[in-house]
């Protein structure tokens, strides 16, 4: 029936209460006769009108006290939010490679804040994160990452960029920064076929320039007496590795 | 060694962490749930890389705190096939050697993927490769330098204390994300054979 119902009924009261008007002219005192009818009239709808609306609309509604509020509660009083919360979802189980530079930035930025924020304003900084970030800065400062920045990143990818080299080569390049033959030959893969020995020769070179380290000077020293061994211990080991393998 | 992987959840920010700025404290949530934690299939998480994006966040009814859904790039160690990383030696028996990266170390390197010629020394406990004459010891602590054939990822329940002991540490015996790796290679091995 709905609340509009009130609003007819009340409309036909008013008409009753008009035609009460025409009714009694005939009586002896109509004054008192209307008077009567009218205030029978509109008392009477008042009582039913607003024990309707109050039965249409409680204002205090009764509840079971065996089940959870959150699951009864009308929804046209509260937005739609599901009790139930989605799981965690994996949308690109591999975005992009990152560099070993990339990642101890990141953990660097995060240890200097925990540095930074006085322990007493803020409860302990979780253990995980803690062991991860000591941990994972410790293992990198050991790599040649140290010492590299954005810009020498970028210049390493330009420059190699003529030469054929996979993402993956290029990011090994860059995290291990091969210094030798032999190391180049692990991470370039078919490195005899798809290189020559000038233009292996030619990528240690343009790295040594890309990426500076320390460590160069003293290296170049033992270069003249180690190459030539390394490199011939490579080639032996390499003849045995392919027959093992043929 | 790292990759980016995207993932999307929705984490809580109570309301003590209200006066941090609303990124800040979302950045601490993700790293509370998941650094240093292996999820299954993807890696090991370290920390997160950025937020790529923050809806407004609700307030679920008889609690307490935000609920926001967050779409967010977090950094993984999940290193590829074929990929040369180094670490060094943690320990060494008959079945191969174990190996370390400080943050990660369920390295293995079984005996079938040594050096042609490498033999287990059981008197001193460590693994010898014999080559051109030279005995070369791959002792323990030293840097070596590997290459992964395989990562494996198990799923495991959680870790469980032994029931009666009160004070015993959960010791989960399977790793959720190992490594099989080779130096079987020329350039492989110990650091200061190829320098």
């Given amino acids: ?246 | 060694m790292f990759v980016l992987v995207v993932l999307r959840d929705t984490l809580k920010v109570v309301p003590s962490e209200f006066t941090k700025p609303r990124e800040q404290a979302l950045r601490d949530e993700i790293n509370r749930k998941y650094a240093n934690r292996v999820l299954h299939d993807i890696g090991l998480c370290m920390l997160v890389h950025d937020l790529l994006d923050i809806d407004e966040g609700y307030v679920q009814h008889s609690e307490g705190w935000l609920w926001v859904k967050v779409k967010f790039r977090m950094i993984v160690f999940r290193p590829f096939r074929d990929e040369v990383l180094t670490g060094w030696v943690r320990s060494a028996n008959a079945g191969g050697i174990e190996v370390s990266m400080g943050f990660f170390d369920d390295i293995k390197i079984s005996a079938s993927h040594m050096p042609e010629g490498s033999t287990y020394d059981g008197a001193e406990g460590v693994w010898v490769w014999r080559y051109e004459g030279n005995e070369l010891y791959i002792d323990l602590e030293e840097p070596i330098r590997f290459r992964v054939l395989e990562t494996s990822f198990l799923e495991v329940s959680p870790p469980r204390p032994e029931i009666g002991e009160v004070d015993s540490v959960p010791v989960s015996q399977v790793p959720p994300f190992s490594l099989a790796c080779t130096i079987a290679d020329s350039g492989l091995g110990l650091l200061s054979w190829w320098d």
């Fill in chain 1, 1 to 246: 029936m709905g609340g509009a119902l009130v609003f007819w009924v009340g409309i036909a009261i008013c008409g009753l209460c008009v035609g009460a008007l025409f009714t009694f002219r005939s009586m002896a005192d109509p004054t008192l006769w209307r008077t009567c009818a009218i205030l029978t009239l509109s008392c009477c709808y008042l009582m039913w009108a607003i024990t309707y609306l109050a039965q249409l609309h409680p204002i205090i509604v009764p509840k079971r006290d065996d089940l959870r509020i959150d699951l009864y509660i009308r929804l046209e009083f509260y937005p739609q939010r599901t009790p139930r919360r989605p799981d965690m979802e994996v949308l690109d189980r591999q975005e992009a490679l990152l560099t070993n530079y990339e990642v101890l930035l990141v953990l660097r930025e995060e240890s200097d804040r925990h540095k930074k924020t006085p322990q007493s304003a803020q409860p302990k900084c979780p253990e995980n994160v803690t062991t991860v970030v000591f941990e994972a800065i410790e293992c990198l400062s050991g790599t040649p990452c140290t010492s590299q920045s954005a810009e020498q990143i970028a210049a390493l990818k330009s420059q190699l960029a003529g030469l054929e080299l996979t993402k993956a080569e290029l990011l090994q390049i860059a995290n291990l920064r091969p210094k030798s033959l032999v190391e180049l030959h692990l991470i370039i893969e078919e490195c005899g076929e798809r290189f020559t020995m000038e233009e292996l020769e030619q990528l240690l070179g343009l790295i040594r320039e890309t990426l500076p380290r320390d460590d160069d000077s003293r290296g170049a020293e033992q270069d003249g007496t180690d190459e030539g061994g390394g490199a011939s211990a490579a080639m032996d080991v390499d003849s045995a590795g392919d027959g093992e393998e043929a």
